[in-house]
């Protein structure tokens, strides 16, 4: 899975903030706050990758346990799936 | 015709005369050079025309070159802030809030009962950043009021209006200024000036004080804000 593409990203204040640009833009009107772990997580998923690498990279990079790197893969695939940010 | 609008010269390809007489105290001295164009495609003219039937083509065409040029703005440092802008001692406070939450009337409080204070603009300020400070600038575009003049002045505070029957006036954190400003600008899709317009916004909510006002239309609502707004610091 992986994010789709016609989505800028920029550091906006404590977050990061992402909008649609090009036809996306016209799909989707608003902006995606992002925080870290999501932020490092969109990132990622710019390219095409299992969950399970997800989780790798999430223990890989910050310091969490196996389970919360789970859980943060499988929130934030559940909420960008609901929106229609992946594919 | 060219047009002095936040500091740039525009020249607007109008069919239309509506936008000359609009726009006619912003004439610019020398037509003969301009930093950009606005015009209206036949596109976004019946797109305009869908949304407001009953106005006239030249209100529309109207309509149509402002969001040419304020889509094209943040390549020249500057953004459409829907707000209100109030001067007072050559400083500009600015007031936003969703569509009838009571900015104009919080304005029209300041201009009753805080002495020296004018409104600058009352719907659609250009707000210019110029490496250090925040400017506001005056447009043609007003509001339905027509109240604003051609003149700039440096942005001290945001207030978030919310009506209420109590006056409240408390500190926003830069995460709730983002959510709430996002929704009063105009965010380009392509993605020079998509990306650049997040990073005023990044450079705005970072650099300038913003409050939520909860607020009746007394003159109380009125005092509280200009106390705070105008001693405020930045984090």
Not at chain 2, 3 to 30: M, S
Not at chain 2, 98 to 114: D, E, N, Q, V
Not at chain 2, 158 to 166: N, P, R, S, V
Not at chain 2, 187 to 205: M, Y
Request: charged share 30%; proline share 2%.
């Amino acid at each position: 899975m992986k994010v789709k593409s016609g989505f800028v990203v920029r550091a906006v204040g404590d977050e990061h903030i992402a909008v649609p640009i090009g036809d996306r833009a016209k799909e989707f009107h608003g902006m995606i706050k992002l925080n870290e772990t999501a932020e490092f997580l969109w990132s990622f998923f710019k390219d095409e990758h299992t969950e399970e690498e997800g989780v790798k990279a999430l223990t890989e990079t910050y310091d969490v346990s196996d389970e919360e790197a789970k859980n943060g893969v499988s929130n934030f695939v559940k909420t960008m799936t609901e929106h229609g940010f992946m594919e | 015709m060219v047009y002095e609008i936040a500091g740039l010269k525009v020249l607007f390809k109008n069919k239309y005369k509506f936008t000359n007489a609009y726009c006619e105290k912003y004439l610019a001295e020398d037509q003969n050079s301009y930093d950009l164009v606005a015009e209206a495609t036949d596109e976004e003219f019946e797109e305009e025309k869908k949304q407001s039937p009953i106005k006239n083509d030249g209100y529309i065409e109207n309509i149509c070159l402002y969001r040419s040029l304020c889509l094209r703005l943040p390549d020249f440092d500057r953004f459409l802030l829907h707000a209100s802008i109030v001067e007072k001692d050559g400083v500009a406070y600015a007031f936003l809030g969703k569509s009838g939450a009571g900015k104009s009337t919080h304005s029209r409080l300041w201009l009753k009962y805080i002495d020296g204070a004018r409104i600058l603009n009352g719907d659609k300020p250009i707000i210019f950043y110029d490496g250090k400070e925040f400017i506001a600038y005056g447009t043609p575009w007003n509001g339905k009021e027509g109240m604003g003049y051609n003149g700039s002045a440096k942005l001290k505070a945001l207030c978030f209006i919310e009506q209420a029957k109590e006056n409240k006036i408390e500190r926003l954190t830069t995460s709730e200024v983002a959510t709430r400003v996002f929704t009063q600008l105009l965010l380009p899709s392509d993605e020079k000036n998509a990306a650049k317009t997040l990073e005023l916004v990044d450079k705005f909510i970072t650099n300038i004080p913003a409050f939520v006002l909860k607020c009746d239309i007394s003159e109380e609502a009125a005092k509280l804000s200009y106390r705070e707004l105008s001693k405020a610091e930045n984090f």
